[in-house]
């Protein structure tokens, strides 16, 4: 029989190193649970890192993109397919974006963000800000604009012009709008740094900088958006409106797709005709996914649903009461337990022995993102669970 063991030998000997040696080997899923090739099953509290929005195996993700493989593939954007219109419509639509709006299609959170990088470029001001903590991807572009040394240093030098000013405070941004400056970006909450929420009214007053400086406000909700904090995007809790914003992560339920949106008619002119490309991305097959996602959260009110039972998880866990817990961050189903002590990844291993996925983002911060699906239930098995896990991390 293959094992955990023997295919992660294999894995050793085929993958480069990047990720270091993988937890688990993943057989299969259903709903929130997924087995590995032992036949031990999990609640996957973490969804592929917010990826895996209508959990695994559902039946209307399996039907439109099982339909979809048979009509139409791909097509190159030389050409368009319903599948890829609709997607964008729903998108625009979703996101309450204003007359001349508009959508690009890509493959991955990091492309997203490389298009919005070239967006900033058109302002004819190549500087750009972000904030400590910052994370938008590994490419040189999206590299540049992510604030962790240890992914930067060993690159260098990256895109330059890149300024980090302090996540949450309006001081810092309004010394660093500098007239170099094309564009802010920034996280609605940090997702990477630990599920970091910046303080009530930071959006709201980067908006007004931004506004007063004529410098661009990009949000990357590529971790945050579709309806993972109990809105289809984060900004929409601010009340503002962003210049343009980042998604990825959970539009395809898991086949890769991103996009940037560019709000309003001047900002969406910035890019023309052959200024930016790409071949997969908008292809009918994740696009379908996409539609799937979109239309199934909307069916089945999972934004009601996330926004609810993650305020109940975080109520529950809070009511622990427990020594080691100092309190529950971020919104919805983005959610940081974090620790008096730093025995994050002891909590995360302890729990993936007793059949919990959940990540240790940094040495003191769990974080869940489950499926949008999950049930109370669901959530309160893990609860239940917690405060033996967190003793068995310390002993
Ligand atoms: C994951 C993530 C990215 C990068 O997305 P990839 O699909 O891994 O390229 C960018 N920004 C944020 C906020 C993310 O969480």
Redesign the pocket.
């Known amino acids: 029989m293959t094992t955990n063991g023997d295919l992660l030998g294999r894995y050793g000997h085929a993958l480069l190193g990047v990720f270091g040696t993988p937890a688990l080997v993943v057989d299969r899923g259903e709903g929130c649970y997924v087995w590995d090739v032992d036949g031990k099953r999990y609640l996957d509290l973490l969804a592929g890192?917010?990826v895996n929005a209508l959990g695994h195996n559902h039946p209307e993700l399996v039907g439109a993109v099982s339909k979809q493989v048979g009509e139409v593939v791909h097509v190159s954007n030389f050409f368009t397919t319903r599948a890829q219109i609709g997607l964008a419509e729903a998108l625009l639509r979703a996101a309450g974006a204003p007359d001349g709006s508009r959508v690009f299609f890509t493959?991955?959170?990091?492309?997203?963000?490389e298009a919005a990088i070239k967006l900033a470029r058109r302002t004819g001001r190549p500087g750009l800000i972000a904030a400590h903590g910052?994370?938008?991807?590994?490419?040189t572009g999206?590299l540049a604009l992510t604030a962790k040394a240890a992914y930067r240093e060993p690159f260098e030098p990256l895109l330059p012009g890149v300024t980090h000013i302090p996540y949450g405070d309006p001081a810092a941004l309004a010394a660093a709008l500098t007239p170099e400056v094309g564009a802010v970006v920034l996280?609605p909450i940090?997702?990477?740094a630990g599920v970091i929420e910046p303080p009530p009214g930071y959006l709201q007053r980067v908006r007004e900088l931004t506004r007063d400086a004529g410098v661009l406000m990009i949000v990357?909700?590529?971790?945050?958006g579709i309806g993972r904090t109990g809105d289809w995007f984060a900004f929409e809790g601010a009340g503002i409106v962003p210049d343009a914003i980042?998604i990825?992560?959970g539009l395809g339920g898991g086949v890769?797709i991103?996009a940037l949106m560019t709000f309003g008619p001047e900002v969406s002119g910035l890019l023309q005709p052959g200024m930016h490309g790409t071949t997969f991305g908008g292809n009918p097959l994740a696009c379908a996914a996409g539609l799937a996602v979109m239309a199934t959260i909307t069916r089945d009110g999972l934004l009601e649903h996330s926004a609810r039972v993650g305020e109940e998880f975080a109520d529950a866990v809070r009511a622990l009461d427990h020594p080691l817990i100092s309190g529950v961050r971020g919104r919805g189903l983005l959610r940081g337990i974090t620790l008096t002590e730093p025995v994050a990844p002891t909590a995360a291993a302890r729990a993936r022995e007793a059949g919990f996925i959940v990540n240790p983002v940094a040495p003191d911060v769990l974080r869940l993102a489950p499926p949008l699906i999950i049930t109370g239930a669901e959530l309160t098995t893990f609860v239940d669970a917690l405060p033996g896990l967190l003793d068995a991390a310390t002993s």
Do not use: L, Y
């Open positions: 890192i917010a493959n991955s959170g990091t492309e997203s963000m910052a994370f938008h991807g590994r490419s999206a996280e940090q997702g990477e990357d909700e590529v971790q945050t980042t990825a992560k890769p991103g």
